[in-house]
């Protein structure tokens, strides 16, 4: 288990498991504390993603409990997306000449200032200049809306130096089908498996 203390967890899962139409995920305990980097490591991609969605708040839990910095997604889900961001697996489908208004519509959906999150944008990109464009641009949209715990499903462990980099101090939560991938992500402590003690 990651050395957050309960009471100061931006993420908690508790026996957080998603069940229907025959795709099952968890259960996953865990709590992640400001600036902690956890990696989670699952028996399949399929259930890595849902996980991913799960710990953003953005698909609700069918059973246990997910509270991001305390907001229940299932009831209060506006304010945790203003506390997670999250970045797919899925690479986004992005031109240069797209990105700049993917960031001004990233900036509009978080009202944030426009010239901030261009700045912003820039600066991020220049820390993420050797990651492709299909995976930093959705980082990059994500982090100008300051969050406080982004949520990466399935990163590209090659990119891992650059996105932690990116990410700083805030806390992280990764997940992924694999123990190496995992450990790319989570360099002060062992990657957390499922199915293991947590």
Not at 21 to 43: H, I, M, N, R, Y
Not at 72 to 79: E, K
Not at 183 to 198: C, D, E, Q
Request: with cysteine; aromatic share 8%.
């Amino acid at each position: 288990m990651p050395n957050a203390t309960a009471a100061m967890a931006l993420l908690r899962m508790r026996n957080a498991a998603f069940s229907a139409g025959g795709v099952e995920a968890g259960p996953v305990t865990l709590d992640v504390g400001p600036g902690e980097q956890t990696a989670l490591v699952l028996s399949s991609a399929r259930e890595a993603g849902i996980v991913a969605l799960l710990a953003a708040g953005i698909v609700k839990a069918t059973s246990g409990s997910v509270l991001i910095d305390e907001y229940d997604p299932r009831v209060q889900s506006v304010h945790c997306k203003r506390i997670a961001a999250f970045v797919p697996y899925e690479p986004l489908p992005l031109s240069s000449s797209d990105f700049a208004r993917y960031i001004a519509y990233r900036a509009a959906l978080w009202n944030v200032e426009p010239i901030y999150a261009q700045t912003v944008a820039s600066l991020l990109l220049r820390k993420l200049d050797d990651v492709h464009e299909a995976f930093a641009y959705p980082l990059v949209g994500a982090l100008i809306a300051r969050p406080k715990l982004v949520v990466l499903d399935r990163p590209p462990p090659a990119y891992a130096s650059r996105i932690l980099a990116a990410v700083g101090k805030r806390a992280l939560f990764s997940t992924h089908a694999g123990a190496a991938a995992a450990r790319a992500f989570s360099p002060s402590a062992a990657a957390i498996s499922a199915g293991g003690a947590r």
